[in-house]
T-cell receptor
Framework: DTGVSQDPRHKITKRGQNVTFRCDPISEHNRLYWYRQTLGQGPEFLTYFQNEAQLEKSRLLSDRFSAERPKGSFSTLEIQRTEQGDSAMYLC???????????FGPGTRLTVL | GENVEQHPSTLSVQEGDSAVIKCTYSDSASNYFPWYKQELGKRPQLIIDIRSNVGEKKDQRIAVTLNKTAKHFSLHITETQPEDSAVYFCAASSNYQLIWGAGTKLIIKP
């Protein structure tokens, strides 16, 4: 499969726990994006990487959220001390330098109890 | 700040009829306009896009038109089919970041 992949697909956790999600972009894409989506809403931008550099982070992202892309390939998104309001679908997308088209992974659905 | 408005929020059409969804954007520097289709529980999928140097683009039953002067762009779906039922999102971009519309729920009535 040469598309964007995400792991896990579903995560149920208790409030206060830490969770980490992984995204593997399309191999030749150097740009990687994280979004959050709640039911009935459009994707909400969280952060953006070009290669290993995190170039932008949404003001909406609290300091409990951190993302890395250490080797410019896969990325991880960590949420510390999860809250019920963090329950959402977390989407990853990637694009190439030359073209803006963003291709999405299947998402990780997080449920915080 | 940058903003994309999308209308209508819900659109119900008879199978076989056409559907039109409209978006307006605020950033005159925007030069890339994709449309995504999202079925329930699935990822957004890019269905068509247009760049600012083109006024219209067509791919089988779907087309997108762009009016840069008025800063609006539209998605046209002809001969609608049940599988076209989904939420459609427009977006605009001047760099790497997409600014998203709020989405249109398209319902195809049999």
């Amino acid at each position: 499969d040469t598309g964007v992949s995400q792991d896990p697909r579903h995560k149920i956790t208790k409030r206060g726990q830490n969770v980490t999600f992984r995204c593997d972009p399309i191999s030749e894409h150097n740009r990687l994006y994280w979004y959050r989506q709640t039911l009935g809403q459009g994707p909400e931008f969280l952060t953006y990487f070009q290669n290993e550099a995190q170039l932008e982070k949404s003001r909406l992202l609290s300091d409990r959220f951190s993302a890395e892309r250490p080797k410019g390939s896969f990325s991880t998104l960590e949420i510390q001390r999860t809250e019920q309001g963090d329950s959402a679908m977390y989407l990853c997308a990637s694009s190439s330098r030359e073209y803006n088209e963003q291709f999405f992974g299947p998402g990780t659905r997080l449920t915080v109890l | 700040g940058e903003n994309v408005e999308q209308h209508p929020s819900t659109l119900s059409v008879q199978e076989g009829d056409s559907a039109v969804i409209k978006c307006t954007y605020s950033d005159s520097a925007s030069n890339y306009f994709p449309w995504y289709k999202q079925e329930l529980g699935k990822r957004p999928q890019l269905i068509i896009d247009i760049r600012s140097n083109v006024g219209e683009k067509k791919d089988q039953r779907i087309a997108v038109t762009l009016n840069k002067t008025a800063k609006h762009f539209s998605l046209h779906i002809t001969e609608t089919q049940p599988e076209d039922s989904a939420v459609y999102f427009c977006a605009a971009s001047s760099n790497y970041q997409l600014i998203w519309g709020a989405g249109t729920k398209l319902i195809i009535k049999p």
